[in-house]
């Protein structure tokens, strides 16, 4: 009877949420004048387009209170309790604004993820998985803000165009970094995104590189499992980044998602990252 709910952010599978009947909350989509709901009116392949082709400008909006009161009340009128894990506050108002709706009704429980994509979506699996083993509420909402300062969410940019158009970064910035070859990593850091290490060359040989750094303490690293999340990257790239994280034997599961609209509007294509729990 516990009922789990996400923002559209935390980009878990279409598997997953159907086997855990997962309910998500669609954040806006802005294309020049044009709103769209993540997942629902538009794609990320949409944003590409728009973006890359027709040259628009994209941007995203996050959920207000009202549209959480009305996502919330069928779902606290069918279950004990709800509880929703939101997009990091320190990049969107969602978590806020959740607050303020959870105060219209008694079992609505709101927590903060600290995170985005599915580094969101390592908590929301967590909740998922408590929640069809019987856990009551305040013992799920105890476990996930255990573990959620363990989860690890970084990427890596193949080209700054996106970051440049959203205003992220400047034209000079953007320029350089493609006349050097420069692929940049984005990483969570205390809910918020911050530039890490910056590697040079093809995407592909980058990634290689990029992986070892991120499993260079592998032993302190939790093994259950691993999110490779990307946007639009060939299933070759997909496939070589799966073959070496199965080279360490070390994940008991490697789980390939798409990453939604939000990551692809500000990265754009060709953005890949793998996401995971440390021990403590």
């Known amino acids: 009877m516990i009922k789990i709910t996400a923002d559209s952010t935390c980009d878990l ?21 044009q709103d769209y709901l993540d997942g629902v009116a538009i794609q990320p392949k949409d944003i590409f387009e728009y973006v890359g082709n027709q040259g628009k ?23 004990e309790a709800v509880i929703h894990i939101n997009l990091s506050q320190h990049l969107s108002s969602c978590y806020q604004n959740a607050k303020l ?12 993820s600290l995170n985005l994509s599915t580094g969101s979506g390592h908590l929301v699996y967590e909740a998922a998985m408590l929640a069809q083993k019987g856990l009551a ?3 799920i909402i105890a476990e996930i803000e255990r ?13 700054m165009d996106y970051l440049k158009k959203g205003g992220r970064c400047s034209s000079i910035e953007a320029f350089g970094a ?21 590697y040079r060359g093809n995407f592909d040989k980058v990634l290689e590189k990029y992986i070892e750094d991120q499993l260079v303490n592998i032993e302190e690293i939790d093994p259950s499992r691993v999110f490779i999340t990307h946007s639009h990257c060939s299933s070759e790239t997909v496939q070589k980044v799966r073959q070496q994280l199965e ?6 599961q490697i ?26």
Request: aromatic letters at 10%; proline letters at 4%.
């Open 101 to 112: 709706a959870a105060q219209s009704f008694k079992n609505i429980y709101v927590i903060d």
């Open 147 to 159: 573990i959620k300062s363990n989860v690890r969410a970084s990427f890596v940019i193949d080209k």
């Open 57 to 79: 400008t994209c941007s995203t909006a996050a959920i207000n209170v009202f549209e959480y009161e009305q996502f919330f009340k069928p779902f606290a009128e069918t279950h």
């Open 178 to 198: 493609t006349l050097l070859k420069i692929k940049p990593s984005i990483e969570v850091k205390d809910g918020q995104m911050v530039v890490g290490k910056k």
């Open 247 to 252: 080279s360490y034997e070390h994940f008991e």
């Open 137 to 139: 509420a305040p013992e």
């Open 255 to 280: 789980l390939e998602t798409t990453a939604g609209c939000t990551i692809s509007a500000h990265c754009g294509p060709n953005t890949l990252g793998i996401l995971f729990k440390t021990l403590k």
């Open 13 to 33: 599978s279409k598997e997953i949420i159907e086997q855990f009947q997962i309910s998500l909350a669609p954040l806006h989509v802005l294309v020049d004048d």
